[in-house]
């Protein structure tokens, strides 16, 4: 049977995880089996350490991990390796997990929440993958003083062939999913990092001849991704600019209690969260929207189980249940978090 870790994690986490098992239990019956295990700073709390190695382990044994969100005010002054956020960074460090995935698609019934003029904002649904364990953030990096004495930091980015290819198949794959289309963002103009990036999607590209490559400088498609975002099926880019423009993206669709995110390793196991935190000001009312949890595990199921039936089915009774004008409060709605995936399993 296939196996899912759930990591609830801190604050909203274990209320929006709870109620996405209900969503899963139902679409997918005795298929899938859940094991559960503390992370963050619950884990802290009750083992000493926000990642212990029976959560590590579990991670590892499991089909697909999903996680609720991490961050503990309590925990604030701990030290820095102790602190709940680093549990996050342990997963994606210890499983390999080099491919985020965040699309990013407006609701009909929500075209009123995004930022973006009603007649742009109802064209975005676009998925943007972006690389994890490379860039400038994985770079050397440090602080020194210049010959005039002067401070300067500094932090190298690179780039190796097989990084950006492993990234550019998950980015031709996922296009062949959609509708075929990929581009891929960059700033070879400037960067020979890019440079290399661009040519190494161009070599990957003749393995994949049904989908339609393009390519754009970053500054160009962070203007392009709010003046027309319709033109975008699937966008791949670096760490760096994927850090600045999933965010971008996302934010045109409405709350954060909306978007869902998958990390996948090489054989697509793959880490599955909402990409909000744990929401202290909010945890414990019954407050917190439990969509994009729920839509994270329709994500778990398409990319690491083989289940795109019942992802459609969970994904289409996400956008049923907002139909009937089920609404959290951040949407402006009053239904509490239980109220909301129930919404959801109506429609199912
Ligand atoms: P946050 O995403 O937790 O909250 C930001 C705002 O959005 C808050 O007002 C919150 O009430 C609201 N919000 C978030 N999720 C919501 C939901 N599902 N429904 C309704 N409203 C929602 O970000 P923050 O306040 O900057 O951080 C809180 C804690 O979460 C911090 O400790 C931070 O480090 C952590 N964090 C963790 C992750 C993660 O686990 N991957 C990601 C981001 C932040």
Redesign the pocket.
Known sequence: MTLIAVLP?????SE?TRETIRVLERVCGDRLSYEEAPV?GAAYKAKGHPLPPETLDLARRADAIL???????DC?RLERHLR??QA?LGLRKELALFANLRPAKLFAELADASTLRPEVAAQIDLMIIRELNGDVYFGEKGMRTTTSGLREGYDIMSYDESEVRRIARIGFETARARKGRLCSVDKANVLETSQLWRDVVIETAAEYPDIALSHMYVDNAAMQLVRNPGQFDVIVTGNLFGDILSDQASMCVG???LLPSASLDANSKGLY??????????AGKG???????ILSAAMMLRYSLGMAPEADRIEAAVSAALATGAR???LGGSFNTTAMADAVLAAL
């Open positions: 994690g801190d604050g909203i986490g929006v963050g996680f609720g969100a991490v961050g503990d005010p604030d709940p956020e996050i709350s954060i209690g969260e909402p990409i909000h935190g744990s929401a202290p000001d909010i407050l917190a929207n439990p969509l994009a949890t959290t409060a951040d």
